[in-house]
Structures are given as structure tokens and as C-alpha cells.
Nanobody, 124 residues
Framework: QVQLVESGGGLVQAGGSLRLSCAAS????????VGWFRQAPGKEREFVAAIKWRDRNTLYADSVRGRFALSRANAENTVYLQMNSLKPEDTADYYC?????????????????WGQGTQVTVSS
């Protein structure tokens, strides 16, 4: 079992930045793909970004490419999502997820483990 805990959400003005964290316990991330998804009120959950821990291969949604960046910290068993140039349309609950994939994956139904989410609000 993998337990995931997100943190770092909050309220920020448009153009600002936030860094979300996804910390794992129970297992190390070494064989996992870690994905970030978001869900705005009344909308379906959508893919944001994913990273394969072992080779650091990444995948980003078109809507965030160039503004968001993934990184990882071995010692902390944590994946970070750095979000820059935030827009009001980035407002959502953000979730991290993990699964044993051979490659990065953008399908939420394919992920086995999910965190509880962290809220991000971007004001205009």
C-alpha cells in the first residue's frame, strides 16, 4: 500500500506561484509513476502532469506546459509540482496519484493510489 499526502495549496493572485508536494509513505516511489490531476467544481477530473520516478520522464497537459514543472526529492520520497504564472482557470482541487506503470500515463482511472487533495484558488 502507498499512502499519499498532498500539501501546498492555497490562495494566490493571478500570475503568482505555488508549489504542491506529494509525499508517499508505505512504499518508496522508486518504481512508480506519480501523476497530478485536478478537479474544478462541476467539472471532471483532468490530467495535469506525471513523472516516472526512475528515469524522470515527464508528461504535461497542454494547458500547463511551460508554466508547471515536476521535480522529485529522493530523500523525502516526495514529488513536487511547481506552478508558475497561475491563472484563474487553474483553480481546482489538486490530487496526486501513483501507480506501477512502465511509462507516464494521463488516464486517472489507471492510477491505484490517490491522496486526499489540496485546494488551489487563483484570484483575478
Amino acid at each position: 500500500q502507498v499512502q499519499l499526502v498532498e500539501s501546498g495549496g492555497g490562495l494566490v493572485q493571478a500570475g503568482g506561484s505555488l508549489r504542491l508536494s506529494c509525499a508517499a509513505s508505505g512504499r518508496t516511489f522508486s518504481n512508480y509513476v506519480v501523476g497530478w490531476f485536478r478537479q474544478a467544481p462541476g467539472k471532471e477530473r483532468e490530467f495535469v502532469a506525471a513523472i516516472k520516478w526512475r528515469d524522470r520522464n515527464t508528461l504535461y497537459a497542454d494547458s500547463v506546459r511551460g508554466r508547471f514543472a515536476l521535480s522529485r526529492a529522493n530523500a523525502e520520497n516526495t514529488v513536487y509540482l511547481q506552478m508558475n504564472s497561475l491563472k484563474p482557470e487553474d483553480t481546482a482541487d489538486y490530487y496526486c496519484a501513483a501507480a506501477l506503470f512502465s511509462a507516464v500515463n494521463s488516464w486517472p482511472t489507471a492510477y491505484d493510489y490517490w491522496g486526499q487533495g489540496t485546494q488551489v484558488t487563483v484570484s483575478s
